[in-house]
Each structure stands twice: as structure tokens, then as C-alpha cells.
């Protein structure tokens, strides 16, 4: 799929999905623009700061896939910017979110937004960087490789289970070498 503005695609999935809150008076509240090239393990992100609000997309990992991995990252980026500079909440996949999102897919089926992509990553089948790490629940026992360690990361499925969807440091993910996978 060739590079395509993403302005245009940006108010069309506020008219539809946003009732145009992401735009009053056709103003976006936040900017868009494709990554520099550099952006390869992950498909979108959102970030705010006093300065600046912004989603950014992955060149290199959307160019290759379908239109439907455009929308559903845009759309993704979006209901993050929702909960954020609508509702003016600070969560990442929370309650809010996870409810736009069930909405969002409830209400059409030209592409599905999720929590996470499975696009395949630029560079996987050349030898690119595997994980270093297995991230495992104490818990339920689901496990999840990672690139590098996250410190006070949890397993959302138990806290949610357990915990009525708060953190809880009983459900934190124990990280163990990805080496140690083969034994």
C-alpha cells in the first residue's frame, strides 16, 4: 500500500466514530504524521505532553499490509487521543478505552481495532532482533516474549480477574532469559 495522507483518513474515522470530538470547528486537537523510518517494532503511538499531542504511524511497518492495518492503527491512535483529550482521562488500554474500542467494531467491519497488533515486524525473517526475555504470569502461567525487561508490569487478564481490573503486585510478570526457553 503507497504512503496515503492520513488527515483525510483521520476526519472521516472522527466524523464516524468520534461524532467529530477530535476536531470541534474542524480543528484537530491532535497532529498526525508518518514515522521518519525508524519506528519498526510498533505499528502507532499516541503521546501528549504540555507541548504536544501527536499520533505517529509506522511507515515501515504499514507500507507493506493492507488499508485495514492503516485504519485499525489510526483508529487505535485515535481512541487514545479520545480518552485523553476528550474525556480527559490518563489510562493506557483501561475501561474507557477497551469500551470505544468494543464500540468501535460493534459498529462496522471494514477493519478490527485491537489492543495489539501481530504484523509482522521489518527485518524478522533476515535474522532481526528476537527477545530477550519471557515474561511470565505467577498466576494463570501465560507467558510472552519481550525485547527487554518492563519493571512493574503486570498480567492485565489476572488483574482484571482478581483485582476488578486495578494492579495488583500479586499478578506482577516474572522475567526470565529467552535462552532459558530451550531448556
Do not use: K
Request: glycine letters at 8%; charged letters at 20%.
Amino acid at each position: 500500500m503507497p504512503i496515503e495522507p492520513l488527515l483525510p483518513l483521520f476526519h472521516r474515522l472522527n466524523r464516524e466514530h468520534f461524532q467529530g470530538s477530535l476536531a470541534p470547528g474542524g480543528q484537530s486537537l491532535v497532529s498526525l504524521r508518518w514515522s521518519d523510518g525508524r519506528m519498526t517494532r510498533t505499528a502507532g503511538l499516541y503521546r501528549s505532553g504540555p507541548d504536544l499531542c501527536e499520533i505517529v504511524l509506522s511507515r515501515p511497518l504499514l507500507e507493506p499490509l493492507p488499508r485495514q492495518a492503516l485504519l485499525s492503527t489510526l483508529c487505535h491512535e485515535m481512541i487514545h487521543a479520545w480518552v485523553d483529550r476528550v474525556l480527559r482521562v490518563r489510562e493506557g488500554h483501561g475501561p474507557r478505552f477497551r469500551a470505544c474500542m468494543a464500540a468501535i467494531n460493534a459498529s462496522q467491519s471494514a477493519f478490527e481495532v485491537r489492543i495489539r497488533h501481530s504484523y509482522p515486524l521489518p527485518g524478522a525473517a533476515e535474522g532481526g532482533r528476537q527477545p530477550r526475555w519471557l515474561a511470565r504470569c505467577p498466576r494463570c502461567g501465560i507467558s510472552r516474549p519481550y525485547r527487554r525487561r518492563v519493571q512493574g508490569l503486570a498480567c492485565r487478564p489476572c488483574c482484571e480477574a482478581l483485582h476488578g481490573g486495578r494492579w495488583h503486585a500479586s499478578c506482577l510478570l516474572a522475567f526470565v532469559p529467552a535462552d532459558n526457553l530451550a531448556s
